[in-house]
């Protein structure tokens, strides 16, 4: 799935709209902690994490991510969506936990790249 089926299926809402949602879903992760993210993350990979600072982008662009998730309506402030937006990076915002935004990845067979 790419990321724009990923939105929905999440009933998530893109918050940097204009990039492109066509970037492949590979695989989902969980994690707050950006060294962890950095060693256990993958390209193509969904990261779900409440952290909205700019090192979160610099870690998905690192990793050629294919979209970050902030779950429970976690504010991100403007100058880190221009960031993502201009790296290419989707930003989706959700209602729902982190719980349950890996509980749905999960349901819809998105591997965990770590093995």
């Known amino acids: 799935m790419n ?6 299926i ?3 809402k893109v918050l940097n709209p204009g990039v492109d949602l066509n970037r492949e879903v590979e695989s989902g992760y969980v994690c707050d902690l950006l060294s962890w993210v950095m060693a256990k993350g993958a390209p193509g990979c969904a990261w779900i994490t409440v952290m909205n600072h700019m090192n979160v982008i610099a870690v998905a662009t690192l990793l050629d991510m294919a979209c970050v ?7 991100i402030e403007q100058a ?10 989707p930003v989706l915002g959700s209602g729902k936990t982190s719980y349950e935004l890996a509980g749905l990845l ?3 067979g998105v591997p965990n790249p770590v093995k």
């Open 10 to 12: 999440l009933d998530a």
């Open 106 to 108: 999960y349901a819809q």
């Open 69 to 75: 998730i902030l779950p429970e309506n976690i504010a």
């Open 3 to 8: 990321v724009a089926e990923l939105a929905q």
């Open 80 to 89: 880190t969506l221009d960031k993502a937006t201009e790296e290419e990076i």
